[in-house]
């Protein structure tokens, strides 16, 4: 187990990798993101279609976490877990801000592609969701998540990548290959059992709700879904875990180095003779 120090270091590390990796690379990782995540998504909608209240969001926070797993080891290309690793190159100055832009938007895009691609060839076209309970739950679902207020998406989705960087961060702090998977199971699953909005989930639980009949719109999921959750999962990546890391454990940080000047000053002492 790291200390925070090295685990922030191993973060902009790999933060350096990915920003710098080849752009082909960049897509076709973020695709398989995309449909990990899906996977994990369209698991939890047949685990807790048979379940009401509370207890579908905790059989459905339960299985999810498998595609966050799955990324996290194979290294695919996740928009929200960007989130956290675009911001020390950022405020580094090692990378170029558009650079920085592009990578976001390729992950986020290309992550779009995975998710849909397994809702529509898989979820709708595979059946899995034509029959009752599945069908009514998935449109119900993408009804409720295409009702809610701007704000409110927003704030869901602050709380959503807040978990899904802790469980990034958790796990890079661990050397075997169950420690990382418990590191990111556990506040994936929290945040699904809370009810936050993660954006590249919704891009399979939305569109399958719609594929199958939800009355809804691909607007509507747009302006009162995506569009504020990807936001406030970028304010909770990239602010509560990007920028506080590098704040608090880079060497440049202002934070550190009046901590390292503190520590390396001499003390003062009182002449017991004066």
């Known amino acids: 187990m790291r200390d925070p120090a090295a685990t922030y270091a191993k973060m902009a590390a790999t933060a350096q990798t990915k920003l710098h990796a080849l752009w082909s690379a960049q897509l076709l990782q973020g695709v398989l993101a995309g449909a990990y995540v899906a996977v994990g998504a369209m698991s939890a909608n047949l685990a807790s279609a048979g379940f009401t209240g509370e207890g579908s969001k905790l059989i459905g926070g339960a299985v999810f976490p498998v595609g966050l797993i799955a990324i996290f080891l194979t290294g695919a290309n996740l928009f929200t877990g960007n989130c956290m690793y675009v911001v020390p190159p950022l405020l580094n100055g090692a990378v170029h801000p558009l650079r920085a832009l592009a990578f ?69 702090s661990t050397d075997d290959t169950i420690s990382k998977a ?93």
Do not use: Q
Not at 124 to 143: I, T
Not at 204 to 221: C, K, R, T
């Open 104 to 172: 976001l938007v390729v992950s986020f895009v290309s992550n779009f592609a995975g998710a849909v691609a397994v809702a529509y060839f898989v979820g709708h076209l595979g059946e899995y969701f034509g029959e009752d309970p599945y069908a009514s739950f998935v449109k119900k679902n993408a009804e409720h998540k295409c009702s809610y207020a701007w704000g409110v998406a927003f704030v869901r989705g602050i709380g959503a990548n807040w978990l899904v960087c802790l469980g990034w961060w958790m796990a890079l």
């Open 182 to 274: 418990a590191s990111i199971w556990w506040p994936v699953f929290t945040f699904t059992a809370i009810g936050f909005e993660h954006c590249i989930a919704n891009m399979f639980y939305v569109v399958i709700g719609l594929l199958e009949g939800a009355s809804a719109s691909f607007g509507g999921f747009l302006t009162h879904n995506l569009v504020p959750v990807a936001l406030g999962n970028v304010m909770g990546g990239s602010l509560l875990l990007g920028a506080v890391g590098w704040a608090t454990y880079d060497r440049t940080s202002p934070l550190v180095t009046r901590t390292e000047s503190a520590e390396s000053s001499v003390p003062l002492t009182i002449n017991a003779a004066a």
